[in-house]
């Protein structure tokens, strides 16, 4: 399993923007670049939702509710992952938690508050 570590996560007024990362300082890199990696995210009172994916080779998915205004990415080499995050709507408020994925099994990193103030 991966260790992810995600940083930048914070309070932002609606329309702002924020850019989440998450870095797996410990893994291999051809192990890392084996992982499916996401971001998802939790409300409260809400379950976990997929916000965006990206694979080794940079094919991307989002959730209806973010495309257009949020952009998953990763630089392979330095084992991070991002999500710019732009036009931030007072429903993004959640839990932010990067995401590995492989063969069916999950690696999840402690989480990140975002916050969005109308």
């Known amino acids: 399993q991966l260790q992810l570590a995600e940083s930048g996560g914070g309070s932002v007024q609606a329309g702002g923007s924020l850019r989440l990362s998450c870095v797996a300082p410990r893994s291999i890199l051809s192990v890392f670049n084996q992982y499916v990696m996401g971001w998802y995210r939790q409300a409260p009172g809400k379950q976990r939702e997929m916000v965006a994916t990206i694979t080794r080779d940079g094919t991307t998915n989002y959730a209806t509710s973010v495309k257009g205004r949020f952009t998953i990415s990763r630089h392979n080499s330095r084992k991070t992952v991002w999500l710019q995050m732009t036009g931030l709507q007072s429903e993004d408020t959640a839990v932010y938690y990067c995401?590995?994925?492989?063969?069916?099994?999950?690696?999840w990193g402690q989480g990140t508050q975002v916050t969005v103030s109308s």
């Open positions: 995401n590995g994925r492989r063969d069916g099994s999950d690696s």
